[in-house]
């Protein structure tokens, strides 16, 4: 008896000393990746800046294939989180609870970053530009949207074909009908029929996550790309030009909100800030070149179950959502480009129409599709349906692909730190589903 009392305790040190050294060799791993990618960040940049046309055409190409393929996983990648997401929980309270932590903070981060942008307006003051210099901008604005409405942006999100949000990319649709799909499934009765269907959508599932990890192995390839590109960019003088305090205030806000507000919530949710954003660090990288939220889904998805350790329920349910509804440097840009645009329109602005805008922008925020230049044309579309001039929004138009790159990466941040603090907030409390273990 009192040897199998020993024997107990000792096999339970051998499995603690062999998790622990897994634990150690995956920590090891990640470093070398985290070192591997900031080397190539930093090789490319000094590449792109050398200017040689012909590596730059080299980057130009591998950047735009690693573009292409990140849009190629991510809108099934979408889809399917969706519908096996909501098929396994629509019937369980886990649902409900994942969703509301998922909304509120959502709303609290987003919020926090129109009214850090509206606060440093209202301090910094940007002055208006010269009438004529508006007016010369207008011939800039993309003529196609001067006369798209708000309505007409919603309205596009509702499909008429099941297959249109699909081919044309439509990433609200693709959430409409991945829902519509899911929850069908999960109040479905439960026939032979039901769980053929679900295996095949399981198969689908993990053959997208291991085309992820093989994006992810090749990865640094891509970050050297597009590190090149925008070095070359911007040493060629093709993102230059500032608004001044304008442009102070939209970027300063974005990254007031980054590195300021949103570690402030995981802080005091009880994570480590630093621990998550080193997790997290190649979704942010991609979406910092890519400029789409939706495009990074897929590294993103990976990066919350294989390196931050989410819960499969809680990061396949969470990030679809925010992918398309949290977007904290959308509603900060929307929120000042629209104060500043009705501003030099001669538009009284009060401290109450400022605030009422920042609700407006907020909920324009979370319409809006983590596209490129998704927030661009919604706003241009804000200002035409009150009837505002647009030039300016031509003279914006050239540093918005810097703008679009800091606030992509927020939103992509904001997007992890939502994921974090639900799944360590409901840790221990989530049924574990095997169907979603299965394809983790």
């Known amino acids: 008896m009192a040897d199998q009392k020993n024997a107990v305790p000792a096999h339970d040190e051998v499995e603690q000393k062999a998790q622990a050294a897994l634990s150690a060799a995956k920590l090891n791993d990640q470093k070398r990746q985290v070192v591997l990618w900031i080397g190539a960040l930093i090789v490319g940049g000094m590449l792109g800046w050398a200017n040689v046309p012909v590596l730059n055409e080299l980057f130009n190409f591998i950047a735009t294939v690693f573009t292409r393929l990140f849009q190629f996983v991510a809108v099934p990648t979408i889809a399917l989180a969706v519908i096996t997401t909501l098929a396994a929980l629509g019937t369980k309270r886990d649902t409900g609870r994942i969703f509301a932590h998922a909304v509120t903070y959502t709303l609290l981060t987003t919020i926090c970053a129109a009214a850090v942008g509206l606060a440093l307006f209202i301090w910094l003051a940007p002055a208006n530009l010269p009438a004529e210099v508006v007016g010369a901008g207008a011939s800039d604005v993309p003529g196609k949207l001067e006369g798209l409405s708000y309505y007409d942006h919603f309205l596009s999100i509702v499909p008429n074909n099941v297959l249109a949000p699909f081919v044309s990319g439509n990433v609200l649709s693709v959430m409409l009908v991945a829902a519509a799909a899911g929850l069908g499934l999960a109040f479905a009765p439960k026939t032979e029929n039901r769980e053929m269907l679900l295996k095949g959508i399981h198969g689908l599932q993990e053959l997208l996550f291991t085309l992820i990890r093989g994006l992810l192995t090749v990865l640094p390839v891509g970050i050297l790309a597009f590190a090149a590109q925008l070095a070359a960019q911007i040493e060629a003088g093709v993102i230059i030009g500032s ?30 800030p630093v621990r998550v954003f080193r997790q997290m660090a190649p979704a942010v990288a991609v979406a910092l070149f890519t400029k789409s939220s939706a495009g990074t889904l897929p590294v993103t998805l990976a990066s919350a179950e294989q390196r931050l350790g989410a819960h499969p329920s809680v990061a396949r349910f969470v990030l679809p959502i925010c992918t398309t509804i949290n977007m904290n440097g959308c509603a900060a840009f929307i929120l ?62 050239p540093i918005y692909s810097v703008i679009d790159m800091i606030e992509t990466a927020e939103n992509v941040w904001s997007d992890s730190a939502v994921c974090a603090i639900t799944n360590h907030e409901l840790a221990g409390t989530l049924a574990d589903d095997e169907e979603l273990a299965s394809t983790a």
């Open 336 to 397: 000042v480009t629209s104060l500043y645009v009705m501003q030099n329109a001669g538009m009284e602005l009060t401290l109450g129409t400022m605030v009422s805008w920042l609700f407006i922008a907020v909920l324009a925020a979370v319409g809006n599709a983590g596209v490129p230049m998704g927030c661009y044309f919604l706003t241009l579309s804000l200002m035409a349906s009150i009837g505002a001039p647009v030039g300016l929004m031509g003279i914006i138009l």
């Open 243 to 272: 608004l001044g305090v304008y442009t102070a205030v939209v970027i300063g806000g974005n990254l007031i909100q980054f590195f300021v507000v949103i570690p402030f919530f995981l802080a005091v949710r009880g994570l480590n």
